[in-house]
């Protein structure tokens, strides 16, 4: 398991829109898998959950990414898992590091642009 996680402030859709664009974007083999999204009152949260097929070690990982946002202030976590061939070794050859590049390279990426700011 391999984590990314970030407080930064702006707008929670553009946020959400962006790094889903990015991590669709970061390879062919990527796939939004599902969705969910809530919201109550000023707080809103959105899960989006991706898998990626990996040839080098012929196994697949999984990136789950949530977003919660209350006014400007945004807290994204995303969390690789997976990777692992077999039952009993589950030596991933990096693969859950990998998958979280795309959210770290967004968040670098916005920060630069000036669409959030920590």
């Not at 707080?43 to 898998?51: E, G, L, M, N, Q």
């Not at 977003?67 to 589950?90: E, L, R």
Request: glycine content about 10%; charged content about 25%; proline content about 0%.
């Amino acid at each position: 398991m391999a984590k990314y996680e970030k407080t930064v402030y702006g707008d929670f859709k553009t946020i959400v829109e962006n790094l889903d664009d990015e991590i669709i974007n970061s390879g062919v083999s990527m796939q939004l898998v599902d969705t969910s999204h809530f919201e109550t009152g000023d707080t809103k949260v959105s899960v989006h959950i991706y898998d990626k097929f990996f040839m080098r070690n012929s196994s697949r990982a999984s990136l789950s990414v949530t977003v919660v946002g209350s006014d400007d202030t945004i807290f994204v976590s995303a969390i690789g898992s997976g990777g692992g061939q077999g039952a009993f070794f589950n030596f991933s050859w990096g693969a859950e590091e990998d998958i979280l590049t795309s959210v770290e390279d967004c968040i670098i990426k916005m920060l630069r642009e000036g669409t959030i700011r920590l």
